[in-house]
């Protein structure tokens, strides 16, 4: 298979990945909110991570494919940087934060990071300023 048809099939694993992870976040936000009892369904606790997984590998290896790597490039080392603080405030959110406050100031934090990831992502640029250079 060619490396651009197998960089496009990575890339869309990383869409969707990208899209189950804000979409189950969020409806977990919600249940967190309501004090649902589905937030502690087995289901609820384990997919996540499997879907997060993926998203972390097919991250890495887009990355490799374009020869770009976290820690060496600043856009990538801000996704990083942005996703761990995500995973981080989604915990607190989720699960660690010990008053209601606390979760939903988590909560809200974490939906900031993804944003600022994604606009990371869209700009290529660590500080969000869109550069025509970085497409030419
Ligand atoms: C919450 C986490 C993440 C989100 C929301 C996210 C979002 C995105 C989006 C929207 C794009 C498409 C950009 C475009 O084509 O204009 C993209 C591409 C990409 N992402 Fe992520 N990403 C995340 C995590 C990561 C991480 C941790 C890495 C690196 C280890 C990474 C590496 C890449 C690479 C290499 C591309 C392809 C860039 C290209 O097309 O040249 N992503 N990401």
């Not at 990208?18 to 249940?31: A, E, K, P």
């Not at 996704?79 to 405030?89: D, E, F, R, S, T």
Request: with cysteine.
């Amino acid at each position: 298979m060619p490396d651009a048809q197998l960089f496009n099939i990575v890339k869309a694993i990383h869409m969707i990945t990208i899209t189950v992870t804000i979409c189950g976040f969020v409806l977990r936000g919600i249940w967190m909110l309501k004090e649902s009892l589905l937030l502690k369904a087995l289901p609820v606790r384990i997919l996540p991570h499997v879907n997060d997984t993926i998203l972390l590998i097919s991250a890495v290896w887009t990355a490799t494919f374009i020869d770009q790597y976290p820690f060496v490039n600043g856009w990538l080392t801000a996704k990083m940087l942005g996703l761990l603080a995500y995973i981080v405030l989604g915990a607190i959110a989720l699960s660690y934060g010990r008053t209601r406050q606390i979760r939903i100031g988590a909560f809200v934090g974490a939906l900031l990071c993804f944003g600022y990831v994604v606009l990371v992502a869209a700009t290529k640029n660590p500080l969000v300023i869109w550069s025509p250079a970085d497409y030419a």
